[in-house]
C-alpha cells in the first residue's frame, strides 16, 4: 500500500530570498535560556522555532512539543563568509571565468564544441555527464588569455578550506560573490550550473540559517542543569563572534582587527557546516571531544543516512531467546504467549465480517481484541470498562488489532542477515515458555545455534503484505539456497547420525520400537515384519517416503536406491539426507514442497527419537588408540621424516629442481609441507581403516553428521603441521633463524617448524604445545580480519548490484532500463531450481 | 513459484526477481568461509596464484593488475608436440633479468666505473654473449662498455656521484636482458590429457607474447582481466571474470551457481569498460543522488549535487527506502491497472442482507 508518490527530487542551494521566507526570526542574542530556565526571545532556542519543553507553546504555529513540527529562522552576520563546502566549486567557477569581463575562457568555437558534444551525450547518462563536467572544468583551465575582452589572468591560488589569493591579495568573500554574480546565465550553463536553482553567488553567505530547535534538543540532565546540542554551541560560537564583529565594525575598529573577526567568523562558519574539513582545526567541546556539526550528522555508519534512514525502526515486533523444538514444524515457529497477546494482526471490519469482528471484541480472554482504529485513525485501547461501549460504535471501515494466534504468518528474522533465508516466514504456533522454538531443521539457514542466539518476530501487518510472506517467503519454499540449488533446509547431526543408524542394513527393531518410533512420524501402520517377527530399521525409514518415490544416487558412502517408496539399498547419510543433498530435488519435483516439509519434519523426529533409542555416543574411548596403531602412528612419522630429511639433503646437494617463480630454498619449503601433509592424510586413511566399523566417532564422520576424518586423526594420532597466518611453517622467532632457543640456527627439519608428533588425545609436549599455540592464535586473529573484509567485500556488492532485476522479456535491467543481461544467465533458469548448478556447469 | 515443480518452464527465473542483490549474497554470504592462504600444493598453478577472499577482492575491484599474473600460452602444430621446438618459444617468452646473469656487481665509484661478474652458465643458458651483453648494456644506458679479458663487463659512467652510481647499477639489476618484459618467469609444461606442451608465464604481457612464432593466438588466457580486455575486448574481459571467479570459488570448494558470477562480470563490462564494484565504480557512478550518498562520501555527494542542480529520479532501490516508499523491484515493480470505462460498471453493493 502506498499512498503519496515521489515523482522527483531535485537538489539546489537555497537562496537569501528563500532563507528570508522559510525563516520565522532574527536572531540576535548569543544565549539560550535566561536565568528563570525559559527561552530568550531572540535567543538559539526561540520559542518561535518550536519549542522542546513539555508545556510551552510554539509562538508561531501554537502547537505543544510532540506535534510542533519545528521552523527555521536565521542570523544575519555582519560580514559575508563562504560556505566552505563549496569553496572548491568555486574555484573551478572562478578558474573558468575571466577576471575583468567575467566570461567564460572559451572562445566560441570552444564553446560549440562543447554544447554539440553535450546535445548527444550528457541526456541519456548522467554517468558520462558528470564526466563531462570534469572534461569542460579542464578544457577551461588552459585559457590563458581572455578571448574576449584579451585580458591575461592572474593566477588565482586556492588553499583550503576558503582562502582564495590573488598574488598576496586575498579576495574577500564579497569580492568573490560581486564576481561570479556578473557571469552571464549562458557561462554558468556551460559550466553545467543552473543559476535559478544553484546560483553560485548564494554560496557566500550573508544570512545563516538556523535550524528548529527539535533538530537540536537540549537534554536536562539528572541535576537539574542543562546540556546544549552540539550545533546550537556552534551557533552561539557564530553569533558570539558576529556581534564582536559588529561592535568593532561601529566603534570603527582597525582594518586588521575586523579582518582578523571576520577570518574567524569563517571558521566557526566552516566548523558549523563540517568539523571534520581539512585545513582548520576541529572545534570542541569543553570535556576535548569534536564536535558533531551539520556534515558529522549525515555522514558514515551512524549517520542519518545509513542508521536512521536506510535501516528504520519498527512496530509490531519481537525479540527474544532462541531454543529448540523437534515437535514445532519447520514453517512454524513457537512463540511465547506472553508475546503473541502483546502482538496483534488486523482485522479489517468489513459489512460481511461484522459479526465475527463482535464476537472477537466480546472475547475478554487471550484470543482479544487489544486496540479497535475508528475511520479517523483514532486507536482506543479495549479495556473491560469501555468494551460494551465499543462494541455498540464498531462498523465497516474500523480496524481491530487482534492478538496473534496459531496459524498468523509472521517474518521470523537473525542477524546477521547474510542472505535472503536469513528473512523467511513462518506459522505461528503459541507455546507456554519464554522463548521462540525452531524446528533444528531451519537453523541451518538462519546459521543460528542455542548458546543464547536471539532473534526478531515481525507481524506483517497488510494483507498484501501478509499473502507475499505466504506466498513467496514461506519456509518450505526456501527449502532450496539460491545461491547453489542444494538443499539449505535439511537435518544435521543428532538427526544423520540416527538415520544413519536406523538404515544399517541388518538393524531390526522390536514391535514395541517400531511402533514408538512411528506413531512420533504421525504413522499408525506398520511394514512387514521381517521372518524373525523384528522389522527393519530401513522399513521403517521407507514409511516415511511417498508410496510410489523412486530415487538412486551413488553417495561417497555407497549407493543409495529407493524404489516405489521403499529404501532397498543403502544406508542414509549427509549426502541423501543433510545439507546440499541429493534426494530433496527429486521429492520436491515429484511431490512438491509440501510434502516435502512434512518428510523433513517427520523423519526429524523419527531419527532424534532413534539416535536416543540406539544408544549411540561417544566417549574418550573412541579416541584411544591401542599399541598396534600408536606403532603405524610412529612409522608414519619416521617414514616422513626421513623423506624429508632426503628433500633436504637433495636440496643442500642442489639435485632439486626448483618450481616456476619460486627459489630453490622456497621450493624445497613446498615439497616439505607437502609431504608433512600427506602424512597426516595417511595417518588419517590408517585410523578410519584401524578403528573400522563399531567406532561412533568414525561412524560420526562418515555419516557427515559432525567432524571429519581430520579431527579425529588429530584427537588420536598426531597434530600435523601447525601453519602461520600467511600459510607457511612457523619460521620467526630468534635472529639466529629459529623459533625457539633449544633449536638449532637455521634447522628446517619438521619439528623445528612447527610439526607437532603428539594427538590431542595424548597430549603435547611443551614445545610442541607452544607450536600449536602460534597456529591457533594465528587462525583466531585472522578469522577476526577476515569476517571485516569480506563484510565490506558483500556491502559493496550489494550497493553495486542491488538495482538489477529480471524483466519479462528475462534480460536483466538496472532500474534505470540499463540492459544488463539480455537473457538472465543465458538461460534464464532460476538458480534455485536449477539442479546443474555446479561450478563447472558453466 | 508453484507447489509441484515438474516442467521445464517451471525452472525459469520468476518475473522481477532481484537477481542482483542474490548474486551479491551469494558472493557475500560464504566470504567468511573462505580461507586466505592455506596449505595448496596441488599443481605448480595453485602454488603461485592469489586466491580465496584477496583474489575475489581483486577481481571484483577490477585491479589494474593482479598480485600474481599468469599467463597461460599454448602452441601450434609442431610446436606443441615437439619439445625442443617448445622450448625455442619457451626461452623467446621466458623473462630473464640482468641479476640472474649476473654473479657480482662491482661499483668502483670514484672513477664512475660499474663492473659486472657474469654468470657463463646462466649466460649460455641464455643464448647470450658477453659482447652482446656489453652491446645491449651500452645501448640502455648511453655509456662506454667494454668486455674485459676475463669476459666481465666494465661499464663506464658519466657521473663519478655516489648515489647516482648505486641508482644505475640497481636499476641495471633490474632490466630485461632477454625474452618478453613482463611475461614474467616462463615453464614448459605438458598438458596429462592431449599430451601436448603449453607454457606458463607467471606475467601478464600478452601483447608482447602474442606475437612469437608458434603461439597459438586464439588460446594464449591469462588471469590478468585488464590484459584481456586490451588484447581481445571487452567480451573477452567479461568471460576472464567469470572464469577466474568460477576457478577462485571452486578452489575454496564453495558452491555458486555460475549465473551469479555472469551477473557480477555483467554489471562491471556491460558499459564497455572494466569497472570496479566499489566508490570509483558501480556505486559511485549511480544515476540517484541519494543512493551515492547513503553509500559513501555522503556529504561530496550532496555538495556536488546541490552545486549542479542534480535531480533524483527516485528509481532506485536506496531512495525509496530512504524516503519510505515500495521498492520499485520483485513485487513492487507490478500495478494493477483498471480501463476508466470498467471503473464505471463497478457498482457500490447495496447493503448487506442477511
Known amino acids: ?842 | 513459484m508453484a507447489n509441484t515443480v515438474n516442467t521445464s518452464s517451471k525452472y525459469i527465473v520468476d518475473y522481477g526477481e532481484p537477481v542482483g542483490m542474490i548474486a551479491a549474497q551469494s558472493l557475500g554470504e560464504p566470504g567468511t568461509q573462505m580461507i586466505l592462504r592455506a596449505f595448496h600444493f596441488a599443481g605448480i598453478e595453485s602454488t603461485i596464484a592469489t586466491s580465496g577472499l584477496p583474489r575475489i577482492v581483486e577481481l571484483v575491484d577490477a585491479r589494474k593488475k593482479p598480485e600474481t599474473p599468469i599467463t597461460y600460452v599454448y602452441l601450434e602444430g609442431e610446436y606443441a608436440k615437439n619439445i625442443n621446438k617448445a622450448e625455442v618459444v619457451l626461452k623467446k617468452i621466458s623473462e630473464v633479468k640482468m641479476s640472474s646473469v649476473v654473479r657480482r656487481v662491482l661499483e668502483n665509484f670514484s672513477k664512475g666505473i660499474i663492473k659486472l661478474v657474469l654468470d657463463t652458465q646462466a649466460l649460455k643458458a641464455n643464448d647470450l654473449t658477453p659482447g652482446q651483453l656489453s652491446q645491449k648494456v651500452a645501448k640502455k644506458l648511453d655509456a662506454a662498455t667494454k668486455v674485459d679479458s676475463d669476459g666481465n663487463i666494465l661499464i663506464k659512467l658519466k657521473t663519478k656521484k655516489l648515489t647516482e652510481v648505486r641508482s644505475i647499477s640497481v636499476k641495471l639489476m633490474k632490466d630485461v636482458v632477454h625474452g618478453v618484459e613482463g611475461a614474467g618467469k616462463a615453464m614448459l609444461q605438458k598438458d596429462t590429457k592431449s599430451g601436448e606442451f603449453y607454457i606458463i608465464a607467471a606475467g601478464s604481457n600478452t601483447e608482447g607474447i602474442i606475437g612469437i612464432e608458434g603461439v597459438d593466438k586464439s588460446r594464449i588466457y591469462t588471469n590478468d582481466v585488464f590484459a584481456m580486455y586490451r588484447q581481445f575486448g571487452i567480451e573477452a574481459a567479461r568471460n576472464t571474470l567469470v572464469r577466474e571467479l568460477v576457478t577462485t570459488l571452486k578452489e575454496q570448494k564453495i558452491r555458486v551457481d555460475p549465473r551469479h558470477l555472469m551477473i557480477i562480470a555483467d554489471a562491471m563490462t556491460y558499459s564497455g569498460f572494466i569497472k570496479g564494484v566499489g566508490r570509483h565504480g558501480l556505486s559511485g557512478q549511480k544515476q540517484s543522488v541519494f543512493a551515492k550518498a547513503a553509500y559513501e562520501e555522503t556529504v561530496k555527494h550532496l555538495v556536488n549535487a546541490a552545486a549542479f542542480s542534480e535531480i533524483d529520479n527516485m528509481r532506485g532501490v536506496t531512495e525509496n527506502i530512504l524516503v519510505g516508499k515500495q521498492i520499485p523491484i520483485g513485487t513492487g515493480s507490478v500495478h494493477l491497472a483498471i480501463k476508466k470505462e470498467d471503473m464505471q460498471k463497478v457498482k457500490p453493493e447495496s447493503k448487506h442482507k442477511k
Not at chain 1, 245 to 262: H, R, S, T
Open chain 1, 1 to 842: 500500500m502506498q499512498a503519496e508518490v515521489i515523482n522527483y527530487i531535485k537538489f539546489g542551494i537555497l537562496s537569501p530570498e528563500e532563507i528570508k521566507k522559510i525563516s520565522v526570526a532574527k536572531l540576535t542574542v548569543p544565549d539560550t535560556y535566561n536565568e528563570d530556565g525559559y527561552p530568550i526571545d531572540g535567543g538559539l532556542l526561540d520559542q518561535r522555532l518550536g519549542v522542546i519543553d513539555p508545556g510551552l507553546i510554539c509562538k508561531t504555529c501554537g502547537a505543544r512539543a510532540k506535534t510542533c513540527p519545528g521552523h527555521f529562522g536565521h542570523i544575519e552576520l555582519v560580514r559575508p563568509v563562504l560556505h566552505s563546502e563549496f569553496s572548491k566549486v568555486l574555484y573551478a567557477i572562478l578558474r573558468s571565468t575571466c577576471f575583468e569581463c567575467h566570461r567564460i575562457l572559451l572562445d566560441p568555437k570552444q564553446v560549440q564544441a562543447l554544447t554539440d558534444a553535450s546535445d548527444t551525450e550528457t541526456q541519456e547518462n548522467a554517468e558520462e555527464g558528470s564526466e563531462q563536467r570534469r572534461e569542460k572544468h579542464a578544457a577551461v583551465k588552459s585559457g590563458r588569455k581572455c578571448p574576449y575582452c584579451k585580458a591575461v589572468q592572474p593566477k588565482l591560488k586556492f588553499s583550503q578550506p576558503t582562502y582564495f589569493n590573488i598574488g598576496d591579495r586575498r579576495l574577500k568573500p564579497d569580492e568573490i560573490r560581486d564576481m561570479v554574480a556578473k557571469i552571464s546565465r549562458e557561462d554558468l550553463e556551460l559550466l553545467n550550473i543552473d543559476p535559478e536553482v544553484s546560483n553560485p553567488s548564494w554560496l557566500v553567505i550573508n544570512s545563516l540559517l538556523v535550524p528548529p530547535v527539535n533538530v537540536r534538543p537540549s537534554i536536562t540532565l539528572e541535576s537539574g542543569e542543562r546540556s546544549e546540542d552540539d550545533l546550537t554551541h556552534k551557533l552561539v560560537d557564530i553569533m558570539r563572534i558576529n556581534q564582536r564583529l559588529e561592535q568593532n565594525i561601529n566603534a570603527g575598529a582597525p582594518q586588521i582587527i575586523i579582518d582578523d573577526l571576520w577570518e574567524l567568523l569563517q571558521y566557526h562558519v566552516t566548523a558549523y557546516f563540517n568539523n571534520e574539513t581539512s585545513g582548520i582545526p576541529p572545534a570542541r567541546h569543553r570535556s576535548g571531544r569534536a564536535l558533531k556539526t551539520l556534515a558529522q550528522r549525515l555522514k558514515g555508519k551512524e549517520g542519518r543516512f545509513r542508521y536512521n534512514l536506510s535501516g528504520k525502526r519498527v512496530n509490531y515486533s519481537a525479540r527474544t531467546v532462541i531454543s529448540v523444538d523437534p515437535y514445532v514444524n519447520i514453517d512454524e515457529v513457537g512463540v511465547p504467549k506472553d508475546i503473541a497477546s502483546k502482538l496483534t494482526v488486523p482485522f479489517y471490519v468489513t459489512l460481511w465480517n461484522l459479526d465475527k469482528a463482535k464476537e472477537l471484541l466480546a472475547t475478554k480472554e487471550y484470543p482479544t481484541i487489544i486496540n479497535m482504529i475508528a475511520r479517523d485513525g483514532k486507536r482506543k485501547r479495549v479495556l473491560d470498562a469501555n468494551r460494551d461501549e465499543l462494541l455498540k460504535e464498531i462498523a465497516p471501515g474500523y480496524i481491530l488489532e487482534r492478538q496473534l494466534v496459531d496459524g498468523d504468518i509472521v517474518l521470523f528474522n537473525r542477524q546477521p542477515s547474510l542472505h535472503r533465508i536469513s528473512i523467511m516466514a513462518h506459522k505461528v504456533k503459541v507455546l507456554p515458555g519464554k522463548t521462540f522454538r525452531i524446528n533444528y531443521c531451519t537453523a541451518l539457514p538462519y546459521n543460528a545455534d542455542f548458546d543464547g542466539d536471539e532473534m526478531n518476530l515481525h507481524v506483517p501487518q497488510t494483507l498484501e503484505a501478509q499473502a507475499e510472506a505466504r506466498l513467496l517467503m514461506d519456509v518450505q519454499f526456501q527449502i532450496f539456497s539460491p545461491r547453489n540449488g542444494g538443499a539449505i533446509i535439511a537435518n544435521s547431526e543428532d538427526g544423520i547420525m540416527g538415520m544413519y543408524a536406523l538404515t544399517q542394513e541388518d538393524r531390526r527393531l522390536t514391535k514395541d520400537e517400531a511402533v514408538y518410533l512411528l506413531s512420533l512420524a504421525g504413522i499408525y501402520k506398520l511394514p512387514e515384519p521381517k521372518k524373525d517377527g523384528l522389522y527393519s530399521g530401513r522399513d521403517i525409514f521407507s514409511m516415511l517416503l511417498p508410496e510410489d518415490f523412486n530415487f538412486e544416487d551413488k553417495t561417497s558412502y555407497g549407493p543409495v536406491k529407493i524404489k516405489n517408496g521403499k529404501l532397498i539399498e543403502g544406508i542414509i547419510t549427509k549426502d541423501v539426507y543433510g545439507k546440499d543433498n541429493s534426494m530433496f530435488i527429486k521429492m520436491v519435483m515429484d511431490y512438491g514442497f509440501e510434502r516435502l516439509r512434512d518428510f523433513i519434519f517427520t523423519s526429524s523426529k523419527l531419527a532424534d527419537a532413534y539416535a536416543t533409542l540406539s544408544g549411540t555416543t561417544v566417549g574418550v574411548k573412541e579416541y584411544a588408540i591401542d599399541a598396534e596403531l600408536e606403532q603405524k602412528r610412529v612409522d608414519i612419522i619416521q617414514n616422513t621424516f626421513a623423506k624429508v630429511n632426503e628433500f633436504i639433503a637433495q636440496y643442500k646437494a642442489k639435485k632439486l629442481e626448483p618450481f616456476i617463480g619460486y627459489t630453490l630454498r622456497e621450493s624445497l619449503e613446498r615439497i616439505i609441507i607437502a609431504e608433512l601433509n600427506l602424512a597426516r592424510n595417511n595417518a588419517g586413511d590408517t585410523l578410519v581403516k584401524h578403528e573400522g566399523q563399531g567406532n561412533s566417532a568414525v561412524d560420526m564422520a562418515k555419516s557427515g553428521s559432525r567432524g571429519n576424518v581430520l579431527n579425529l586423526e588429530q584427537m588420536s594420532m598426531f597434530l600435523g603441521q601447525q601453519a602461520t597466518l600467511s600459510g607457511g611453517r612457523i619460521k620467526r622467532g630468534y635472529y639466529t633463524n629459529r623459533v625457539l632457543p633449544h633449536i638449532p640456527p637455521n634447522d628446517i627439519a619438521p619439528v623445528s617448524r612447527g610439526f607437532v608428533t603428539t594427538s590431542f588425545y595424548s597430549g603435547m609436549h611443551p614445545v610442541e604445545l607452544f607450536m600449536h599455540a602460534v597456529g591457533s592464535r594465528g587462525s583466531e586473529v585472522y578469522k577476526a580480519l577476515l569476517t571485516g573484509r569480506s563484510g565490506y567485500l558483500y556491502r559493496r556488492l550489494s550497493n553495486a548490484l542491488q538495482d538489477y532485476y529480471v524483466r519479462k522479456d528475462l534480460s536483466v535491467r538496472d532500474v534505470n532500463n540499463n540492459l544488463i543481461q539480455t537473457v538472465y544467465g543465458g538461460d534464464a533458469i532460476s538458480p534455485t531450481l536449477s539442479r546443474f548448478a555446479k561450478l563447472d556447469g558453466e
